[in-house]
């Protein structure tokens, strides 16, 4: 519910979130006890020695995330004690949280919220000499801020997951069905305000045209509307400034030449702002629909005949967080994610995977990996502790 009022989330959507939410915790929970009990020798001592590496946690971390990532930011709190920045207008889940750790016993001030505008309360902590480690998740632009923050500060430590423009190749010897239904979620989940949505479609010309048709009719069949209401499938934008932005776009694509298959406009149903899902076609790589993050549900579609155009074309952005490639030929589907720099793939489905597995992106998309054993190492420093257990004999008696 907390969600769904803030940011304009589906209920449907935030309550299939919540146990996954739980698992991402459980997960990092117990992530740090199969760390401790991996050792490496590394080379070959000169002398009897026994060389653990040790991982030593980082005493205090700061982790600062944007609207639409209220439910997961969190799960990044590795450290022994963590500050979280919230949005002021989006806190609600993450002061809920607070709360029931507080009531599961957590001691007071292993986990902080503070609340505010990012400007002033996330650059005052980002700055802060006592914070080991910044976590973000937002903006391109921002985490180039956390970047001078840290550079200014102590050189803090960073994890940061920022913006993506994230292909979705599509073959023709695809199932073009499933394609399209994981082409649509992927550009409506969470109303396209995720990082991860699947903003531009990459397909082969031979099946383009029918592609599109289907895809534009699996639009048509998503139920936009009251975030509360238990049959709606997408619910608002968050923000009047994000709809007027994401309308905006839709508007320059019509100006700069691409054509709307599909939706293209605002929808009035009653308090909020509602968008329709949108493909547009003929879009070229110079436009600002193709290479911007619009962060709303905005599909650009592109065409190519050979495969090496289709990973020219996906890697045609300075982003690389995520992306999918939809065929029913493996050795196509490896060679793409082998040669497509994205740091997270799904091969014929669509925003997949669990706890276990590290996301994060590469080029600008960000810094180091999230959830877990790597995201759990990512609050660690490591320590070579070298134990010499062999009879002592000085350098120049040897």
């Given at each position: 519910m907390p969600?769904?009022?803030?940011?304009?989330?589906?209920?449907p959507?935030?309550?299939?979130i919540?146990?996954a939410?739980?698992?991402?915790w459980?997960?990092?929970a117990?992530?740090?006890?199969?760390?401790?009990?991996?050792?490496?020798?590394?080379?070959?001592?000169?002398?009897?020695?026994i060389?653990?590496?040790?991982?030593r946690?980082?005493?205090a971390?700061?982790c600062?995330?944007?609207w639409p990532e209220a439910n997961w930011?969190?799960d990044?709190?590795?450290p022994?004690?963590?500050?979280v920045?919230?949005?002021?207008?989006t806190?609600?889940?993450t002061?809920i949280?607070?709360d029931?750790?507080?009531?599961?016993g957590?001691p007071?001030?292993v986990y902080?919220?503070?609340?505010?505008?990012g400007?002033?309360?996330g650059?005052?902590?980002a700055?802060?000499?006592?914070?080991?480690m910044?976590?973000?998740?937002g903006?391109t632009?921002?985490?180039r801020t956390c970047?001078q923050?840290?550079?200014?500060?102590?050189?803090k430590?960073l994890?940061?997951e920022?913006?993506?423009k994230?292909?979705?190749?599509?073959?023709?010897?695809?199932?073009l069905?499933d394609?399209?239904?994981?082409?649509a979620?992927?550009?409506?989940?969470n109303?396209?305000?995720c990082?991860?949505s699947s903003?531009r479609?990459i397909?082969?010309?031979?099946?383009a045209?029918?592609?599109e048709?289907?895809l534009?009719r699996?639009?048509?069949?998503i139920?936009?509307?009251?975030p509360?209401d238990?049959r709606?499938?997408?619910?608002?934008i968050?923000?009047?400034?994000?709809?007027?932005?994401?309308?905006?776009y839709?508007?320059?694509g019509?100006?700069?030449?691409a054509?709307?298959v599909y939706?293209?406009g605002p929808?009035?149903?009653?308090?909020?702002?509602?968008?329709q899902?949108?493909?547009?076609s003929?879009?070229a790589?110079?436009?600002?629909?193709?290479r911007?993050?619009?962060?709303?549900?905005?599909?650009s579609?592109?065409?190519f005949?050979?495969?090496?155009?289709?990973?020219t074309?996906?890697n045609d952005t300075v982003?690389?967080l995520?992306?999918s490639?939809?065929?029913s030929?493996l050795?196509?589907?490896?060679t793409?994610t082998r040669?497509?720099r994205a740091?997270r793939?799904?091969?014929?489905?669509?925003?997949?995977?669990?706890?276990?597995?590290?996301?994060?992106?590469?080029?600008?998309?960000?810094?180091?990996?999230?959830?877990g054993?790597?995201?759990v190492e990512?609050?660690?420093q490591v320590?070579?502790?070298?134990?010499?257990?062999?009879?002592?004999a000085?350098?120049?008696?040897?």
């Open positions: 969600d769904a009022t803030a940011t304009g989330s589906a209920v959507i935030a309550l299939k919540r146990p939410v739980i698992r991402v459980t997960n990092q117990m992530a740090p006890g199969t760390r401790a009990t991996s050792n490496s020798c590394g080379t070959p001592a000169l002398r009897p020695t060389q653990p590496k040790a991982w946690r980082i005493s971390s700061m600062s995330a944007r930011a969190t990044r709190a590795m022994p004690t963590a500050s920045e919230m949005k002021d207008g806190s609600a889940t002061l949280l607070a029931i750790l507080q009531q599961a957590l007071a001030g902080n919220v503070v609340t505010g505008a400007r002033v309360i650059q005052a902590l700055e802060h000499p006592d914070v080991d910044l976590s973000f998740t903006s632009a921002v985490g970047v923050a840290s550079a200014a500060s102590n050189l430590k994890g940061l920022l913006g993506g994230n292909p979705i190749v599509v073959f023709a010897d695809s199932n069905d394609a399209a239904g994981g082409a979620f992927g550009i409506s989940f109303t396209g305000q990082c991860v903003s479609l397909v082969e010309r031979s099946v045209p029918e592609f048709r289907i534009a699996k639009m048509a069949q139920r936009v509307g009251d509360l238990p709606t499938q997408v619910g608002a968050t923000t009047a400034a994000q709809n007027d932005t994401i309308l905006g839709i508007e320059k019509k100006q700069e030449g054509k709307i939706g293209g929808l009035d149903l009653g308090r909020g702002q509602f968008i899902p949108t493909l547009f003929g879009v790589p110079s436009m600002s629909i193709a911007d993050e619009i962060f709303g549900p905005v599909l579609s592109f065409h005949d050979t495969i090496e155009e289709a990973i074309l996906a982003y690389g995520a992306a490639v939809w065929t030929n050795n196509k589907a490896l793409v040669r497509v740091g793939f799904w091969v014929n489905t669509i925003m997949a995977g669990g706890p276990e597995t590290p996301a994060g992106g590469f080029k600008q998309s960000g810094w180091g990996r999230e959830t054993v790597l995201g990512e609050y660690t320590k070579a502790v070298h134990v010499d257990i062999g009879p002592r000085h350098w120049i008696e040897s």
